[in-house]
């Protein structure tokens, strides 16, 4: 595990009443999604690795969608539940969340309800205006909700992350380390990258580091992990700036800047074929 550390924060939650109106097509977000289900059923389709999961979402179960996954949501009929959007605020650009494999579904413990319902009377402000993911997640409100979590008072801190612990600890010891490869230099490259990503990285810096050759190194990276050490480099600065897009007033470019790309446009460029929108479109559509 590259790090033990987990700063996690309530972005929004409450309870949502629907009545077949919560379908959305290709939900993709920085951060995780905990559900509780208490009436009807609902679906979500989700994609990972280039495999698709069908949950069915049914009461007194426990959901969790991890960030930077995409889904797809579907119900047609009364559906009830809790929800809590988890942000992680990564130690150094290290992600805890993106280090394992979660179960989507666990059934739910005797004390869960009782934590969802505590956390919403905890936190009233943070309700959704509305369910539809492309309105919700306005930015502004994104940074004014983080600010005044972070302005609270130390105990209303320590006991909503600590409600958060309590939810994620059954997901955490169901799952299963994300080993993206078996080499030990490849992984302490792909550590390293996610440590250093505002510095200067290339493939000369990486091959150093482990020790190998230039073009041996990006062969082993290639074959352990299925692209290149620039394509790694360049989707985790990507996911960092939708992160930081998200939940910070940063200016566009001292984004790109604080993330290594020296060229603004390039910047832009890339945001757009990844992602499929400007940095100022994903900000001002979330």
């Keep these: 595990m590259t790090s033990q550390k987990l700063n996690v924060y309530a972005l929004w939650c409450g309870y949502a009443i629907h009545d077949a109106d919560w379908n959305w097509k290709n ?8 559900y ?3 009436k009807g059923e609902a679906q979500v389709t989700v994609t990972v690795g280039g495999k698709t999961h069908m949950v069915k979402l049914t009461p007194e179960h426990l959901y969790f969608i991890p960030p930077f996954v995409t889904h797809n949501d579907s119900c047609d009929g009364h559906f009830e539940h809790f929800y809590i959007h988890v942000y992680e605020n990564p130690d150094e650009g290290v992600s805890l969340l993106e280090q394992f494999d979660f179960p989507f579904e666990l059934p739910a413990s005797s004390t869960d309800r009782g934590l969802f319902e505590r956390l919403c009377r905890m936190n009233p ?26 302005a609270r008072p130390f105990a209303d801190k320590l006991e909503s992350r600590g409600i958060l ?14 080993i993206v490869s078996t080499d030990d230099r490849v992984q302490n490259a792909i550590a ?5 990503l505002g510095d200067k990285l290339s493939i000369d810096i990486l091959s150093t580091e482990a020790c190998l050759s230039k073009d041996h190194f990006i062969r082993l990276f290639r074959k352990e992990t299925g692209e290149t050490p620039a394509q790694c480099i360049i989707m985790r600065r990507i996911e960092m700036a939708q992160l930081l897009l998200v939940t ?6 001292a984004i790109a800047d604080r993330l290594g790309f ?3 446009s390039y910047f ?16 001002d559509t979330m």
Excluded: E, W
Aim: proline share 10%.
């Design 27 to 34: 939900v993709r977000s920085p951060f995780g999604r905990l």
């Design 36 to 38: 509780y289900v208490t």
């Design 125 to 150: 402000f943070l309700t959704l205006p509305a369910s539809n993911p492309s309105t919700y997640d306005d930015h502004d409100t994104l940074v004014r909700n983080i600010r005044a979590t972070l």
């Design 165 to 178: 612990f309590q939810l994620l600890a059954p997901f955490f010891r169901s799952a299963t380390p994300r």
């Design 192 to 196: 390293y990258i996610r440590h250093h």
């Design 248 to 253: 910070t007033d940063m200016p566009v470019k």
């Design 262 to 264: 020296s060229d603004p």
């Design 268 to 283: 832009c460029r890339t945001f757009h074929r990844i992602v499929g929108s400007t940095p100022q479109q994903y900000r």
